[in-house]
T-cell receptor, first 115, second 116 residues
């Protein structure tokens, strides 16, 4: 099955700096890669996602890049703010077949943005 | 539109007890799933369902049962609770299947379960 590795496990930045979180996946059939943000005691919430037919996607201060050949994808947050502090999870999924809809998550990255 | 509703929010069980975690969604989502979240291990899939009457196992199914008699409900049953099942449990659902493409999950608020 799919295996997703996420790095780093913790990331500390100063307000205004950029933050980058990287994930690798093992199953070349995976074609959907979402990122979730989870604040303390809250549910995970989707912040951005990318499909395998796209190399990059941007939404304001957040961007995700995908390298299918190397099987890795990354989350980029620019101009970080204290409210960006949370745990971030990457995930991978196949779009069809017997693994339809099954999201495999990375281990999570605790991002702390210092004012 | 309440989204994904999970009950209870907190539960303490004794070893060997059984219980059912409830999950309901009112968005007509076909796909529903249960995850458990443990420190440093992300979210691990327990069971999932692609529609009413259809369920399948995920990564960590042992000790749990599910059923999907309606589109709206997807309960998770712990058969005989063990301390290793102490965790936070999340139910999630996603949009109707279109062209076999998956869309972002909507998560419930979670159930924090402690087994003593």
């Amino acid at each position: 099955g799919e295996n997703v590795e996420q790095h780093p496990s913790t990331l500390s930045v100063q307000e205004g700096d950029s933050a980058v979180i990287k994930c690798t996946y093992s199953d070349s059939a995976s074609n959907y890669f979402p990122w979730y943000k989870q604040e303390l005691g809250k549910r995970p919430q989707l912040i951005i996602d990318i499909r395998s037919n796209v190399g990059e996607k941007k939404d304001q201060r957040i961007a995700v890049t995908l390298n299918k050949t190397a099987k890795h994808f990354s989350l980029h947050i620019t101009e970080t703010q204290p409210e960006d502090s949370a745990v971030y999870f990457c995930a991978a999924s196949q779009g069809g077949g017997t693994s339809y809809g099954k999201l495999t998550f990375g281990q999570g990255t605790i991002l702390t943005v210092h004012p | 539109n309440a989204g994904v509703t999970q009950t209870p929010k907190f539960q303490v069980l004794k070893t060997g007890q059984s219980m059912t975690l409830q999950c309901a969604q009112d968005m007509n989502h076909e796909y529903m799933s249960w995850y458990r979240q443990d420190p440093g291990m992300g979210l691990r899939l327990i069971h999932y369902s692609v529609g009413a009457g259809i369920t399948d196992q995920g990564e960590v199914p042992n000790g749990y049962n599910v059923s999907r008699s309606t589109t709206e409900d997807f309960p998770l049953r712990l058969l005989s609770a063990a301390p290793s099942q102490t965790s936070v449990y999340f139910c999630a659902s996603t949009f109707p299947i279109q062209d076999l493409e998956i869309y972002g999950y909507t998560f419930g608020s979670g159930t924090r379960l402690t087994v003593v």
